[in-house]
């Protein structure tokens, strides 16, 4: 009898384990990705890379964790559930990577070989390599998958391209080292790295304007998975902003050593981010004003929790490809629309304030 309990507990155990939520963390300056579990924190494993893993995106069915490794040109396809790699594929220099909303193509942009090149998305069969400037960067899509918007960090442009008719169609000067780069209601924001702040930029007359301002080092930004927020970083600077999502203030400001880079969200509204400098990842409540952080590997870079594509809100689950929780994975595609509640405020009830808390 006490073989068999032994044996029931043990397979349990490793049941829920295996339905258990992982975060996937891109360990650049090391060549690996570290796998945690997000209940306990801890590490399970790491996936071993060839050189420099920097971003990853999830396939429009969800089926699939696509890891770029930039140096060791190649892309693998992870089960995001398990932490298995189910193949690897050779792709030139996959710096940033993006799925059309239409989940018809892959856009792969390579800093280091100036090309951005339009791959199948089922077949990963080259269509289209462009030569846009210099050091293509990110990747962001309009939602009706027609165009195609890449920043140009050496040019301190934004290119935009014509997916129909394979063309390039404009470059736009928008301020030094442009980085992130999303679609947000009909503009485009844009981190302007070499200095503090985003600019929107209209993809129809190329007007820019100054978004707001965040610190030095203005990097990415990214949805919340309801629509309700947007979470810009700055990495020179180290801060985390949350900002209204229809006027472009900033509501709050978190002050977190280390270089905040990529975000991902948990079910439960909190956010993970990598801290590029300092080798770590921290969890922030946008609810409080501390964060916890966990060690990885060094210059940890993308990163992805499966919780908020496993568990996601009703209105991601039915929204179409790109739309959903898969969209909020980079930060570059189409944001989700706030969903509304009977009773439920349009901005959360936080006030305005600076994050001085310290760990």
């Not at 964790?65 to 932490?83: C, R, T």
């Not at 930060?331 to 006030?351: D, F, K, M, Q």
């Given at each position: 009898?006490?073989?068999?309990?032994?044996?029931?507990?043990?397979?349990?155990?490793?049941?829920?384990?295996?339905?258990?939520?992982?975060?996937?963390?891109?360990?650049?300056?090391?060549?690996?990705?570290?796998?945690?579990?997000?209940?306990?924190?801890?590490?399970?494993?790491?996936?071993?890379?060839?050189?420099?893993?920097?971003?990853?995106?999830?396939?429009?069915?969800?089926?699939?964790?696509?890891?770029?490794?930039?140096?060791?040109?190649?892309?693998?396809?992870?089960?995001?559930?398990?932490?298995?790699?189910?193949?690897?594929?050779?792709?030139?220099?996959?710096?940033?990577?993006?799925?059309?909303?239409?989940?018809?193509?892959?856009?792969?942009?390579s800093l280091r070989r100036d090309q951005v090149d339009l791959y199948s998305a089922h077949t990963?069969?080259?269509?289209?390599?462009?030569?846009?400037?210099?050091?293509?960067?990110?990747?962001?899509?309009?939602?009706?998958?027609?165009?195609?918007?890449?920043?140009?960090?050496?040019?301190?442009?934004?290119?935009?391209?014509?997916?129909?008719?394979?063309?390039?169609?404009?470059?736009?000067?928008?301020?030094?080292?442009?980085?992130?780069?999303?679609?947000?209601?009909?503009?485009?924001?844009?981190?302007?790295?070499?200095?503090?702040?985003?600019?929107?930029?209209?993809?129809?007359?190329?007007?820019?304007?100054?978004?707001?301002?965040?610190?030095?080092?203005?990097?990415?930004?990214?949805?919340?998975?309801?629509?309700?927020?947007?979470?810009?970083?700055?990495?020179?600077?180290?801060?985390?902003?949350?900002?209204?999502?229809?006027?472009?203030?900033?509501?709050?400001?978190?002050?977190?050593?280390?270089?905040?880079?990529?975000?991902?969200?948990?079910?439960?509204?909190?956010?993970?981010?990598?801290?590029?400098?300092?080798?770590?990842?921290?969890?922030?409540?946008?609810?409080?004003?501390e964060w916890t952080t966990i060690r990885v590997g060094r210059s940890p870079h993308g990163i992805?929790?499966?919780?908020?594509?496993?568990?996601?809100?009703?209105?991601?689950?039915?929204?179409?490809?790109?739309?959903?929780?898969?969209?909020?994975?980079?930060?570059?595609?189409?944001?989700?629309?706030?969903?509304?509640?009977?009773?439920?405020?349009?901005?959360?009830?936080?006030?305005?304030?600076?994050?001085?808390?310290?760990?």
């Open positions: 009898m006490r073989v068999r309990f032994l044996t029931l507990a043990l397979g349990l155990l490793l049941a829920g384990t295996a339905r258990a939520n992982l975060v996937y963390v891109l360990n650049s300056g090391e060549a690996s990705v570290t796998v945690l579990d997000a209940a306990t924190r801890q590490e399970l494993r790491r996936i071993p890379m060839l050189r420099e893993p920097h971003h990853l995106v999830l396939t429009p069915d969800g089926s699939q964790l696509v890891i770029a490794d930039s140096g060791g040109n190649e892309v693998i396809f992870v089960d995001p559930a398990k932490g298995e790699v189910q193949r690897r594929e050779r792709i030139s220099n996959p710096y940033h990577l993006e799925y059309s909303p239409d989940g018809r193509y892959l856009m792969v942009a990963l069969s080259l269509i289209q390599r462009f030569r846009p400037g210099d050091m293509p960067s990110h990747i962001a899509f309009s939602p009706d998958s027609k165009r195609a918007f890449v920043t140009l960090q050496g040019d301190r442009a934004v290119a935009a391209f014509d997916l129909d008719n394979r063309t390039h169609l404009w470059t736009q000067e928008v301020g030094p080292e442009p980085a992130g780069v999303t679609w947000h209601r009909g503009k485009l924001l844009v981190g302007i790295m070499g200095s503090d702040h985003f600019v929107s930029l209209d993809p129809e007359t190329r007007e820019v304007s100054r978004a707001f301002a965040i610190g030095r080092g203005a990097h990415t930004i990214f949805p919340a998975p309801d629509g309700r927020a947007l979470y810009a970083t700055s990495r020179v600077d180290s801060r985390v902003a949350e900002i209204d999502p229809d006027t472009l203030a900033v509501r709050r400001v978190w002050n977190i050593a280390g270089g905040p880079d990529c975000l991902t969200f948990d079910q439960d509204g909190r956010i993970w981010m990598t801290l590029r400098w300092v080798g770590r990842v921290a969890v922030l409540d946008p609810r409080e004003t992805f929790h499966t919780g908020m594509f496993q568990a996601g809100p009703p209105e991601a689950q039915r929204s179409g490809p790109g739309q959903g929780v898969a969209a909020t994975i980079s930060g570059s595609r189409p944001a989700p629309v706030p969903a509304a509640t009977p009773g439920s405020p349009a901005v959360p009830p936080n006030p305005v304030q600076p994050a001085a808390a310290r760990q």
